[in-house]
DNA sequence: AACTCGGGGAG
DNA sequence: CTCCCAGAGTT
């Protein structure tokens, strides 16, 4: 009897190292200079990934500094009461990430608690209001663990590039999309951290939701969508000339 | 799997 | 005007 196939890898070795160094390249050059990216202080990392759920950098920015100055650490935020959390949260929105943070902060810090926020995506993802995402951004930003995540910025982009088939709405598919993202991690922690920032801020800044930058895009040479972008265009133009 | 939570900006 | 945004928790 044959012995099974191996599994086929998520995504092609050669290309995945082509499109992430590619990716990385890019982003040292043209990546935002945002005040979460200078640290690697998880209380300071978490805060930043709390605020940013749903919410856009601009707005994130200011409200990030200014609670930082009023809660300096994450023992702070424990020792306050839920409504000066909730306080410094005011004009956010999504008021349940304010509890929530207050929540953890009492947890981590609690005598039977962990005392430190954990590097660890799974410990992570135990705590209140960090799910899958959230985890896999504090273990990466401010610990550098080879760890993946995806966002909705990295859902589209691993969608357009490598399975433009998948639709990143449809949780079924979003699965797929975290195997894809698993898979193309690079080999060192610290290039971990480049790529993922970099995978997201491809998706704020060149591939966003409504419009493709294709011709800004480091990445289009390893792009199914481009490619298919391509071919369209190949066949118009050889119609036009038909006539 | 679908719904809810907020407020602001882009297209 | 609709859709989207560094999602997560609940039903």
Same mark, same amino acid.
């Given at each position: 009897?044959?012995r099974?196939?191996?599994?086929?890898?998520?995504?092609?070795?050669?290309?995945a !190292?082509?499109?992430?160094?590619?990716?990385?390249a890019?982003?040292r050059? @043209?990546? *935002?200079d945002?005040?979460?990216? !200078?640290? *690697?202080?998880p209380? @300071?990392i978490?805060?930043?990934?709390?605020?940013?759920?749903?919410?856009?950098?601009v707005?994130v +920015?200011?409200?990030?500094?200014?609670?930082?100055?009023?809660?300096?650490t994450l023992r @702070?935020?424990?020792?306050a #009461?839920p #409504? /000066? +959390?909730?306080?410094?949260w005011?004009?956010?929105?999504y008021?349940?990430r304010?509890?929530?943070? @207050?929540?953890?902060a009492?947890r981590?810090t609690?005598? &039977?608690?962990?005392g430190? $926020?954990?590097?660890?995506?799974?410990?992570?993802?135990a705590?209140?209001?960090?799910?899958a995402?959230?985890?896999?951004?504090v =273990?990466s930003f401010a610990y550098?663990?080879r760890?993946a995540?995806v966002?909705?910025n990295?859902a589209?982009?691993?969608?357009?590039v490598?399975?433009p088939?998948?639709d990143?709405?449809?949780p079924r598919?979003?699965? !797929?999309?975290?195997?894809i993202a698993e898979? $193309?991690?690079?080999?060192?922690?610290?290039a971990?951290? +480049?790529?993922?920032q970099a995978?997201?801020?491809?998706?704020?800044? +060149?591939?966003? /939701?409504?419009v493709m *930058?294709c &011709?800004?895009?480091p990445?289009?040479a =390893?792009?199914?969508t481009?490619?298919?972008?391509?071919a369209?265009?190949?066949t118009?133009v050889?119609k036009r000339?038909r006539?």
């Open positions: 009897m044959p099974p196939a191996p599994p086929l890898p998520v995504v092609d070795p050669a290309r !190292r082509a499109f992430g160094t590619r990716l990385r890019w982003f050059r @043209h990546g *935002r945002l005040p979460w990216r !200078r640290t *690697r202080d209380y @300071h978490l805060v930043s990934e709390l605020m940013l759920q749903q919410t856009q950098v707005r +920015v200011d409200y990030y500094a200014r609670f930082l100055e009023r809660f300096p @702070h935020v424990a020792e #009461e #409504e /000066a +959390v909730t306080d410094a005011a004009g956010l929105g008021y349940a304010a509890r929530n943070l @207050h929540a953890l009492r981590v609690a005598a &039977d608690g962990p430190v $926020i954990p590097p660890d995506p799974e410990a992570l993802r705590l209140p209001g960090v799910g995402y959230t985890a896999g951004a =273990s550098e663990r760890s995540l966002d909705t990295v589209r982009v691993l969608q357009r490598f399975a088939s998948l990143p709405k449809r598919d979003l699965t !797929r999309l975290w195997r898979a $193309i991690v690079p080999r060192t922690g610290r971990a951290w +480049v790529q993922n995978l997201m801020e491809l998706g704020a800044l +060149v591939c966003t /939701a409504r *930058r &011709d800004q895009c990445v289009r =390893s792009c199914a481009y490619a298919a972008t391509v369209a265009a190949r118009t050889a000339v006539r």
